[in-house]
């Protein structure tokens, strides 16, 4: 994805108002204009993230938050996912950011929020991105400087006095409580020394509690909940003092689910609390009315999401409730139980996946994927938990083949396998799914050597659903490799096997889309047609929808085949939504590629003006995704004879013009073109119109026009 092809950027939209910050706000925004490299440094809750994000407003700003990153390792993965991009190849993340950012003299400013406890990571990205990308710029926000060459430090100062009375008024006005410029208040903010999160804490008590009241109870509480040690910084101090008092408001109930969540990566729901969080002194029917007032004192946040109402604990509370769990000694058990519930969300969602709800799985498992991250580690960490990893990994292979995250899935997939695992079952499920993601990225070789291991196991101990699975991903190996013989032989073999075990799911019927694809490339039209028919029905009948993407992209080519080219659009149009609305890129960019062919078949100039544009927002998107069209010559046809009927209306420099054009799009802009230019009239009935150069029957691969004079297959 270009730079000129990203939106305006991804900074959250501000709820509460801004309060004071005037000078500092000027001060950043001046050494934004003149550095590449800022950070924005001060104590946990000082305000750090909600200046960056103020100075950001009016710039092409994209935020990566990394409070919920534990592993260095997931830097780069964190940025990638913030800056909206989607990459299926094999090449690390961070060469997808150089490739995306570098290109075209991006011009966008990255807030990196969060890093502190990821120092060397991010100096490391830092320094890469800004010495190839020129036009970006990096404002950090943590408490440290990144320590690296042309980094300007802006130390964040509590608020002043003034400020500090002025955001506790606002915020008791939100509880409905109409505090005064009093001397109470005053004294109680300069108690807090004026860190935003102590006022807002405290503010958020007066439900409760009126500032003289609370002037008493802090007086009392200082010592008890001081605690640091002794030399630390003062500011450290009283930071732990602020949110140590609001814990020591808390009810016990209310202080034992604060600790609790604290095994949370990232945002829950009440599910999970009410699962993880309950018993030993907090019962299930409880939960809620304690999450409640937990979040009327805004110890936890709320959220709305795609995957319903959420919750968050700012980093800083969090951290201060897992000293209190690890204190109670209680740390494993709810490690444990959090493990539990992901491995349970991940069966559940799988087995949902094939389903009308599978719209919602994809939005659940992309809310959920920073805890998931976190039950991974915690199984793959443990060699008597690594058949948990290695069962978790397999068992979200929905999502990481189904919704753009092979890389992610690839990394996981491997550690898993890596591991030895007395329990072989979970063992083959991942090595079967490791091969299948291995070859939706165009890496091969790893793919066989995954799936002959997994068949050899298989077959030592008879596992007759392991060897279904690495027959039918051998048999996708060898479609993408122009093996058809084979594939067929296979694919056919799995299906029967598939059979004979009562086996019936999205991968199933992708097995028989594949067998499709191999009959439509051998020109058995029919028969392609008959088997895709057949998926579309049952995918119907079960509200399936990536698998029926698939299947109408092959119902396509057989209609385009045939010369139906309103057919073929309205079916890829179809296709494509679908692809897209799962973040499906690999599904996406084959239907715009078949696109692209259709539309220049219509015979008019700006019709393959159109097509070259298609091209050039396919040929930019496949990197993200792997080898163009596999490498296949069998999928390449129709990509060559498009540009070869493209070229011979337009001429070579208005088709490269063009491409260029399409190749400045994003991957929405893309999909939003693909989808909303509407087909002019054809000549003749449904069905009845006719491709440029009549119906095409693909037997063989097309050659490439060097080898046919410009001619091609298709």
């Given amino acids: 994805m270009r730079d000129d092809r990203l939106s305006d950027g991804n900074l959250p939209l501000e709820l509460d108002a801004f309060v004071g910050r005037t000078a500092e706000l000027a001060a950043l925004s001046r050494l934004l204009e003149t550095s590449r490299l800022v950070t924005v440094t001060g104590v946990g809750g000082v305000g750090k993230s909600r200046l960056a994000a103020r100075a950001a407003l009016g710039a092409r700003a994209w935020r990566a938050e990394l409070t919920a990153v534990r592993d260095p390792e997931f830097v780069d993965f964190a940025v990638v996912d913030a800056l909206g991009l989607t990459d299926h190849t094999t090449r690390p993340p961070r060469e997808t950011l150089l490739a995306h950012l570098g290109e075209r003299g991006c011009q966008l400013l990255l807030v990196l929020d969060g890093f502190e406890h990821l120092v060397e990571a991010c100096a490391e990205l830092v320094t890469d991105l800004l010495g190839r990308v020129p036009g970006l710029t990096v404002l950090a926000v943590g408490r440290r400087p990144l320590s690296v060459p042309g980094e300007r430090v802006f130390a964040l100062a509590p608020l002043s ?42 503010a958020g008590r007066l439900r409760a509690l009126s500032p003289a009241q609370l002037l008493a109870r802090f007086e009392d509480r200082f010592r008890l909940l001081t605690g640091a040690a002794h030399g630390s910084p003062e500011r450290h101090r009283t930071l732990r003092t602020a949110i140590g008092w609001s814990h020591e408001l808390c009810t016990p109930a209310e202080r034992l689910l604060w600790s609790r969540l604290s095994v949370f990566a990232g945002p829950f729901d009440l599910e999970a609390v009410e699962y993880v969080c309950s018993g030993d002194g907090l019962p299930e029917e409880d939960v809620l009315d304690v999450l409640t007032e937990l979040l009327a004192q805004s110890v936890v946040g709320r959220e709305e999401t795609a995957a319903g109402v959420r919750y968050r ?57 920073p805890n998931l991250r976190c039950a991974l580690e915690r199984c793959l960490a443990d060699p008597e938990e690594a058949y948990l990893g290695q069962y978790l990994a397999g068992s979200l292979w929905f999502y990481w083949a189904g919704c753009g995250r092979l890389s992610e899935g690839r990394h996981w997939l491997e550690q898993s396998v890596r591991l ?54 051998t048999g996708c190996l060898a479609l993408v490799t122009d093996d058809m013989p084979r594939a067929e032989t296979l ?40 088997l895709c028919e057949d998926v579309r029905r049952v995918c119907e009948d079960h509200g399936e929808r990536w698998t029926r993407s698939y299947a109408l992209y092959v119902l396509a080519y057989a209609a385009w ?59 930019a998107l496949w990197p993200s995704v792997g080898l163009p069209l596999f490498g296949s010559a069998y999928y390449n046809g129709p990509h060559e004879l498009c540009e070869a009927t493209a070229r011979e209306r337009l001429g070579d420099e208005r088709y490269e013009e063009c491409v260029r054009q399409g190749a400045r799009l994003d991957r929405e802009a893309a999909v939003a073109r693909a989808l909303g230019r509407p087909p002019a009239p054809l000549p003749g009935p449904r069905g009845q119109a006719r491709h440029a150069r009549g119906p095409v029957t693909l037997h063989e691969p097309a050659a490439s026009r060097a080898r046919k004079g410009g001619e091609t297959a298709g």
């Fill in 161 to 202: 006095e003034d400020e500090a009375v002025q955001l506790f008024v606002d915020r008791a006005g939100q509880q409905g409580v109409d505090v005064g410029d009093d001397p109470d208040v005053r004294e109680l903010c300069r108690r807090l020394d004026g860190i935003p999160l102590a006022v807002e804490l405290a």
């Fill in 313 to 369: 604990m700012l980093d800083t509370v969090r951290a201060y409730g897992e000293q209190w769990l690890e204190a109670t000694g209680d740390a494993d058990r709810l490690r444990r139980r959090h493990r539990d519930w992901y491995l349970g969300l991940a069966t559940w969602c799988e087995l949902d996946w094939f389903s009308p709800r599978q719209g919602e799985v994809a939005a659940r498992i992309e809310a959920e994927l």
């Fill in 420 to 473: 030895d695992s007395d329990h072989e079952l979970t063992r083959l499920k991942a090595l079967w799914v490791l091969g299948y993601v291995a070859i939706l990225q165009g890496d091969k070789v790893p793919a066989l050597a995954a799936l002959q291991e997994c068949r050899e196991e298989a077959e030592r101990s008879a596992n007759a659903t392991a060897i279904a699975y690495a027959e039918h991903r």
């Fill in 491 to 530: 694919l056919r073999s799995a299906l029967e096997r598939y059979q004979e075990i009562g086996e019936l799911n999205s991968n199933v019927l992708m097995g028989q889309v594949e067998l499709a694809m191999t009959r439509a490339f051998q020109g058995d039209l029919p028969e392609a047609v008959k």
């Fill in 561 to 619: 085949t045939e010369g139906d080219l309103i057919g073929a659009r309205e079916l890829l149009t179809d296709s494509l939504g679908a692809a897209h609305a799962f973040s499906d890129l690999l599904g996406s960019v084959l239907s715009i590629e078949l696109l692209a062919l259709v539309t220049a078949a219509r015979g008019e100039a700006a019709d393959a003006a159109e097509a070259a544009v298609l091209q050039g927002a396919a040929g």
